[in-house]
């Protein structure tokens, strides 16, 4: 499907050639990671895709799962003519999308890094959801990239315009897009963001059409679809695996499986962007600690009382800010768990070395 020209079509900077530059050599090259599947990586280099291997190296060094090599990521790639080839190094990101690991673990996992732009994508049927856009723009704006609000399946919905108009309102300032991806329309609206060389992902539920608008985007059906249920329009995933695809046009898409648990990670200044009007409101309360629950002299929880805040977004933001602090508690925890188990190491190892210059 790739022909590689130039790493520049594949997204190549200057920031990627400086960090490259220390480890460059015979038998090295730069590549950007496809696709990956048990384990086995699919790498886009200038003399085409190489099979390769995360070393041992790597793996040992890598602190945490978020460390290890993640589709659209720039990585150093030892060449092996006789079998596959070995990731001696991940190149810094200029950006990641990163959520909770499923299940009880403590761990981040990047679903997709150097992204340009993020289009989150909802369907305009039983799949429409404002609450959980809530969720994925605040971490899209986390990552760094851009985000876009595509709304998809125009062509089964009589009340685009509400629609539209709903989820502008609770993202100012996020471009809301109404497509559909069975006809076509609205798709000249996403040009601008599909230029050459830039990397866009595509994020939302099961169900939401994401293979369906890259197999538009494409022009042929690159990736599997599946049909949605009648009662709820979800689907299982179409998508299983996350994959970069060029498109006709020079841009690269970021096809995601759709994800049943999107658990934050770490919140920063994307929370004020995300719920600016909460932010707005918090400035106006007695303590500048207020939670927005209990705390007398609240003027979120005046705002909601009053109507002029809607009570679901306050909901809403509460929720997310409870599971932000569980999430840095655990995250706390953890890391004292982390140095503890440094201390021991280093302790075994300085009792080693007493017993064995006492001999």
Known sequence: MFGVPDLRDLGWTDHFARAFAPWAGPGVVAGRVALEHNHVLRVLTESGEQLAEVSGRV???????????????????????????????????TGRFARKAAGDTTQAQVVAANID?????????????????????????????????????????????????????LTPGVPVLAISAADGRGFDALDPYLQPGKTVALLGSSGAGKSSI????????VLPTRSVRESDSRGRHASVHRQMIALPGGALVIDTPGMRELQLW????????????????????????????????????????????DA???????????ERVAVEKRQEERALLEQKRKGKVISRAIKVMQKSRGR
């Open 59 to 93: 793996r040992h060094e890598a602190a945490s799962r978020q460390d290890m090599p993640a589709v659209g990521d720039w990585v150093v790639l030892r060449l092996d003519d006789g079998g596959r080839c070995q990731i001696r190094a991940v190149l810094p990101r």
């Open 117 to 169: 732009t993020v289009f989150l994508v909802s369907g305009l049927d039983g799949d429409f959801n404002p609450r959980r856009i809530e969720r994925y723009l605040l971490l899209t704006r986390e990552s760094g990239a851009t985000p876009v609000v595509i709304l998809n399946k125009a062509d089964v919905a009589d009340d685009v315009d509400d629609a539209v108009a709903l989820v502008e309102g």
């Open 214 to 221: 890259v197999n538009r985007l494409v022009g042929s059906k």
């Open 266 to 309: 770490s919140v920063g200044p994307g929370a004020a962007d995300t719920f600016g009007d909460v932010a707005d409101l918090a400035a106006g309360c007695r303590f500048r600690d207020c939670r927005h629950k209990q705390e007398p002299g609240c003027a979120v929880k005046a705002a909601v009382e009053e109507g002029t805040l």
């Open 312 to 322: 679901a977004r306050y909901e809403s933001f509460v929720k997310l800010d409870d």
